[in-house]
């Protein structure tokens, strides 16, 4: 049997989803036959899996140690005991892991597998942080999350950054888990939001969701533009390329068009470039990149749609091997709703990647980068 005391960042959820969570392995038609054999209790009566539980309140679950293993993806007691004698002693010797508790604990692979990406992936800096939410700067050549099991991604050293400043946030991680709620391509760079806590979670995922919060990007694309523009049109998925193509108007072949709106601003122009802030009113894969290219004026540096030659010129010349795109700057709107996070008007900008920097100035597209264009 195992008594979980909820807290601040399980309590406002559903039980069943919490459930899910703890048990991610577990059917849920399984947990909800257990929540009506009252073999899980909520502050010991039955319960439907409907409830929003609150801090404090206690979940029981009255499997045996294999079975909560087993749906967990988690070790049982004498698998934990194992582990944690060999993170010890690991520990001691590497100080690469902090070791395994007792049973819904995080296992020592993962917590390793957190740490070592905080130590391996390098240039990532911290923007802003509170107790709810955390914003990375991010380089270009990193992952935002995972794409394959073996990847190293920015969720994972967020997570070992985590660890390395609370290291008893290890326990917590068997029932929540901080994420990043935005995803940048990767050769893209620039601003990442993350949530702490399922407080800063569920409150930047609902500002993502509902357009709170402007997001912002700076590129360097080909041709010179003269004036702001906002561009609509509708962006078509090819999931085999791993491309979208724009389309003005859907016909009934193109039913999975989804609509698009950019809003664009030169910065600066000179020599055939222009530096552009651009604003994504709706985000879509590839959104940027593909509408700016289908307008005339592609990203330099952009293998899938921008200019071979243009490429090719700025590869041998500068080093430049990927898209010059940054999400540069973030604006959140007023008007949240009690959330416990408190970031409304307020607005961060991520600094230029020193590749940029070098282009911007190579091509003498001169403008301070700290300067707001909205």
């Not at 995080?106 to 990532?124: M, S």
Request: hydrophobic share 35%; glycine share 8%; proline share 4%.
């Amino acid at each position: 049997m195992q008594t979980i005391e909820i807290g601040h960042n399980q309590g406002g959820q559903r039980l069943d989803k919490f459930l899910h969570k703890y048990l991610p392995l577990a059917p849920m038609s399984f947990l909800y036959k257990m929540l009506r054999k009252k073999n899980i209790t909520l502050n010991g009566k039955k319960a439907s899996g409907s409830e929003k539980i609150m801090i404090g309140d206690k979940v029981c679950i009255f499997f045996s140690d294999e079975t909560i293993g087993r749906f967990s993806g988690r070790e049982t007691a004498a698998e934990a005991e194992k582990n944690a004698i060999a993170c010890r002693a690991q520990r001691e010797g590497e100080n690469v892991c902090r070791g395994v508790g007792s049973v819904g604990s995080t296992d020592c692979r993962r917590v390793r597998e957190y740490l070592t990406a905080y130590e391996k992936l390098q240039g990532i800096s911290v923007l802003y942080e509170d107790e709810h939410c955390l914003f990375l700067n991010k380089p270009a050549g990193i992952l935002t999350q995972k794409a394959e099991a073996g990847d190293c991604s920015l969720n994972e050293w967020m997570i070992g950054y985590l660890l390395a400043q609370n290291p008893s946030m290890e326990e917590e991680l068997a029932v929540f888990r901080p994420s990043v709620c935005n995803r940048l391509d990767r050769n893209t760079s620039g601003i990442v939001l993350c949530g702490k806590s399922l407080a800063g979670l569920q409150f930047l995922s609902e500002c993502i969701r509902e357009r709170k919060v402007r997001k912002f990007y700076h590129a360097i694309c080909v041709g010179e533009i003269g004036k702001p523009e906002s561009a609509k049109g509708y962006l078509v998925k090819d999931s085999a390329e791993n491309m979208v193509r724009i389309i003005t108007n859907p016909d009934a072949a193109e039913q999975g068009a989804a609509p698009i709106h950019t809003v664009y601003s030169p910065i600066a122009a000179a020599g055939g470039y222009t530096l552009l802030e651009v604003e994504l009113v709706t985000g879509k894969t590839h959104q940027i990149r593909a509408h700016l290219a289908d307008m005339g004026h592609p990203l330099i540096g952009d293998a899938k749609y921008g200019r071979p030659d243009e490429n090719l010129l700025f590869r041998e010349k500068y080093g430049l091997k990927h898209q010059l795109l940054h999400a540069y700057r973030i604006a959140f709107s007023e008007g949240f709703p009690e959330s416990g996070v408190r970031l409304e008007r307020q607005s961060f900008c991520a600094p230029y990647p020193d590749l940029f920097l070098k282009l911007q100035e190579g091509l003498k597209l001169f403008q301070d980068c700290a300067e707001n264009h909205s």
